[in-house]
């Protein structure tokens, strides 16, 4: 079994190459280090050297790691992506001389405290499947260094910063949050809640000085989990899924116009539409209707049967961004404060949640697995990949005054 704080089950994934239904190779230029690219220089014409002449550019400021790139053919493929759905690269060469983009993927690797840890990113549908369906899937132990893949692309977890973070603390407070995550004896949506007011609490950990109040933080935080303190108090919450739903459709709405958004969320859109909307004279209070009765009906009895799924979701999320302290060395760091990632992750969260209700009322008592994972795959693809989506959501959530406790309510609970 892996060690619950130093996830390693990305070593176990293996693609499954032509029978993807997805596959990484389209839609994104490939970044590639010095190495690779001079590597690819010494290719025969015959042999793909013709194609690295005609699609592989040196990019203009030549950093370390994305000293050139590969660029898309007019159909918005790579080049070197065969007719067979195989890397020509890769079949030609073999896999040591793929890119450390393209070797890594789907995986995320960080170091923390100089050891390497492995998550999953779920724009691979494969990916997807092995995090959200396995129960145990964060358990699943694999070597990060048996050379089935490159490791010099790696993101750290950040010691400074513009914004002090109580850095010294960061395992425990990734256990207690993973914790508090797989806490059943609440709905999902209070463990989110009780999530964002410890986020909250530590944000205000604004000093070296302070650092010292942080064991405390936690020990409190830990005594509510344990007597299952504040069940009456978030029970009261109010709920206000018209509010929901708006936010919903005007989130994707905006998104879906900007060209990063792929056909397959565009899809998984138009679902979530045929799900709650109505036929004919639409009538806002019919949809919410809908929506809701979709919940109850479809939505939460398949959850409340695979709990497991969203759990996976969050925690790999957790790991992923090494949430709530970010990533340094990464095109996905932005310095922002603790509360403010948290209501990034909560905002993806919710939103792809909702969409996943609109679905569920689509396909009804046949909304199973694969629904869940071709709508996780497809937003995390739409989203997760691109700096400017992942800033725009946190400036949306603080345009309508989301960007608390109190919105994040709104979005969580139905």
């Not at 290719?43 to 690295?52: M, N, R, Y």
């Not at 493929?77 to 073999?94: S, T, V």
């Not at 463990?191 to 650092?211: F, H, K, N, W």
Request: hydrophobic residues 40%; charged residues 20%.
């Amino acid at each position: 079994m892996a060690d619950a704080n130093r996830p390693t089950y990305a070593a176990a994934f293996r693609c499954i190459g032509p029978e993807c239904e997805d596959h990484c190779c389209h839609g994104w230029t490939i970044p590639l280090d010095r190495r690779t690219y001079e590597n690819y220089q010494l290719f025969p014409a015959e042999k793909l050297g013709s194609l690295v002449q005609h699609f592989v550019s040196v990019t203009p400021d030549k950093a370390e790691g994305l000293h050139a790139r590969i660029n898309l053919t007019p159909s918005g493929h790579c080049p070197f992506f065969g007719a067979d759905r195989l890397c020509g690269i890769q079949k030609e060469y073999g896999g040591a001389l793929l890119s450390s983009t393209c070797s890594i993927y789907p995986r995320t690797l960080n170091s923390v405290d100089g050891v390497l840890e492995g998550s999953l990113t779920m724009s691979c549908p494969e990916a997807a499947r092995n995090v959200l369906l396995n129960p145990d899937a964060m358990q699943v132990a694999g070597n990060l260094l048996s050379g089935a893949f490159r490791t010099d692309s790696v993101a750290r977890l950040p010691t400074t910063g513009a914004i002090h973070k109580p850095y010294g603390c960061f395992h425990e407070v990734r256990a207690l949050l993973i914790e508090v995550v797989r806490d059943r004896t609440r709905p999902l949506w209070q463990r989110l809640l009780l999530i964002g007011s410890l986020c909250e609490r530590l944000d205000r950990v604004r000093t070296a000085e302070d650092d010292a109040a942080v064991p405390g933080i936690l020990a409190e935080y830990r005594e509510v989990i344990e007597n299952k303190w504040l069940h009456v108090e978030l029970e009261s919450v109010p709920s206000n899924p018209a509010l929901k739903l708006k936010v919903i459709f005007q989130l994707t709405d905006n998104h879906i116009k900007d060209p990063v958004c792929g056909a397959r969320f565009r899809d998984a859109f138009w679902t979530f539409v045929e799900g709650i909307a109505t036929p004919q004279e639409p009538d806002a209070s019919d949809d919410v209707q809908r929506f809701l009765q979709a919940e109850k009906l479809y939505h939460r009895p398949f959850f409340e049967n695979s709990p497991h799924i969203l759990e996976n979701y969050l925690i790999n999320y957790m790991y992923q961004t090494l949430f709530p302290f970010g990533l340094e060395g990464s095109v996905h760091f932005r310095q922002q404060g603790i509360f403010d990632d948290y209501i990034l992750m909560t905002t993806q969260f919710a939103w792809m949640n909702g969409l996943l209700v609109g679905i569920a009322a689509h396909y009804r008592e046949n909304f199973a697995a694969e629904h869940v994972v071709r709508t996780v795959q497809a937003f995390t693809r739409a989203t997760a990949h691109y700096p400017h989506v992942l800033v725009w959501m946190n400036e949306q959530m603080k345009k309508i005054k989301f960007d608390s406790l109190a919105g994040m309510a709104v979005l969580l609970k139905n």
